[in-house]
C-alpha cells in the first residue's frame, strides 16, 4: 500500500508522461518536428546553428523568472486535475452515455442513418474538430472581455518568456472551465453522432491522436510559445501559424485582442481580429502597459 504523500507525489510526476502521450502538445514526436523545423528556419535564414542549438537549451530562457511560474502552474494544474477534476466530472464518454439517453427519451429510437464506416469516421472527426476549435476561440474570446475572466486568463498572457510549457500557464480556473468545455463538446458531439447513426462511431486517429490535432501539431505548433518565428504564409487566412500566436501574446498595443483562433483562422477572420504574420513584427512578450511580478503565489487569485 502507498500513503497518500506518495500518491500525491507520484501524480506530482504525472505530467513527464505528457512526453510519451501523442494527445499531448509536448509529446516527444510533436516537439522534435518542432525542433527541426526551427534547424531548418535556421539554415534557410543562413543563421548561426550552433547559436541556435545553444539558443534553445539556453537556461536563460528555461530558468528565466517567467519560465519557472510556467512550470509550476504546469505541475499544479496536473494535480488539481487528476485528484479534482476527472474525479468530480468524469470522463467524456460518461457524459456522452447520459446526453444520449437523454436524446432517446425526448425524441425517441434513434440510428436513423447508416454510412460506410470509413466515411462516418472521417466526418465525425471533422464535425469534433470543428466544434472544439469554434468552442475554443469563443471561449478564448469570452477570456479576453470579460473582465471577470480576463484577470485570470492574463496569467497566461503575462509570461515573457514562451517555451512550450507556456501552453500550460493557466490559472486553475481557467484550466477548469476549459477541461468542462472540452467535456461538453466531446460528449455532445459523441452523443448526437451515437444517437443518428446506426454505426460504431470512432475518429480517425494517428498513434492514438485525432489526425487533425496530430497533423497540425507536427506542423510546428510547439514554436507558436517559442521565440522562433514561423508563419504559415496565405495558409494563415485559414489556419493559426505559430507566428499568429505570438502576435496574440506581443506586447504592442496594435496586438491586442487579436488572433484568438487556436487552430482554425476562419473564426478571428469572422470577428474581423486577424492578423496574418506578413509584415508584422513582434517586439516582445507579455501584458501591454503591465509590469508583472513574475511570482506563482501572487498570481493565485488572478492579475
Ligand atoms: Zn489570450
Ligand atoms: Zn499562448
Known amino acids: 500500500m502507498i500513503s497518500e504523500i506518495e500518491q500525491v507525489i507520484l501524480v506530482g510526476v504525472e505530467p513527464l ?16 518536428s518542432s525542433g527541426l523545423i ?7 535564414r543562413r543563421g548561426g546553428v550552433f547559436d541556435a542549438l ?32 476527472v474525479p468530480v466530472l468524469g470522463g467524456g464518454l460518461t457524459l456522452s452515455i447520459s446526453i444520449n439517453r437523454v436524446l432517446y ?4 429510437a434513434g440510428d436513423f442513418w447508416q454510412l460506410p464506416d470509413i466515411l462516418l469516421s472521417v466526418v465525425f472527426t471533422v464535425v469534433l474538430f470543428v466544434m472544439e476549435d469554434l468552442s475554443r476561440f469563443l471561449i478564448h474570446f469570452a477570456y479576453h472581455k470579460i473582465p471577470f475572466l480576463w484577470r485570470f486568463h492574463a496569467i497566461h498572457h503575462s509570461a515573457i518568456v514562451l517555451t512550450p510549457i507556456t501552453l500550460y500557464r493557466i490559472h486553475w480556473l481557467e484550466m477548469i472551465i476549459n477541461s468542462v468545455r ?13 444517437y443518428l447513426f446506426d454505426n460504431a462511431i470512432h475518429p480517425v486517429t494517428i498513434l492514438g491522436a485525432s489526425v487533425i490535432g496530430f497533423l497540425f501539431n507536427m506542423a510546428g505548433a ?7 518565428w514561423l508563419g504559415y504564409g496565405w495558409l494563415e487566412r485559414w489556419v493559426v501559424s505559430p507566428a499568429q500566436h505570438q502576435v496574440h501574446h506581443s506586447i504592442a498595443r496594435e496586438h491586442i485582442d487579436k488572433n484568438f483562433g487556436a487552430t482554425l483562422a476562419v473564426w478571428d477572420r469572422l470577428f474581423g481580429v486577424l492578423v496574418l504574420s506578413q509584415d508584422t513584427r513582434v517586439e516582445g512578450f507579455g501584458l501591454a502597459g503591465k509590469k508583472v511580478e513574475q511570482s506563482f503565489l501572487s498570481q493565485q487569485t488572478g492579475l
Request: aromatic share 18%; net charge positive; hydrophobic share 55%.
Open 105 to 108: 427519451q425526448w425524441f425517441g
Open 222 to 228: 510547439n514554436l507558436r510559445h517559442s521565440h522562433v
Open 54 to 85: 545553444k539558443a534553445a537549451v539556453s537556461p536563460k530562457v528555461w530558468l528565466a523568472p517567467s519560465s519557472r511560474v510556467d512550470f509550476y502552474w504546469f505541475f499544479t494544474n496536473h494535480l488539481i486535475r487528476v485528484l479534482l477534476v
Open 182 to 194: 472540452s467535456l461538453i463538446v466531446i460528449g455532445g458531439v459523441s452523443a448526437l453522432f451515437i
Open 17 to 32: 508522461y505528457y512526453l510519451i502521450d501523442s494527445q499531448k502538445r509536448i509529446f516527444w514526436m510533436y516537439l522534435l
Open 38 to 44: 526551427a534547424l531548418g528556419l535556421v539554415l534557410i
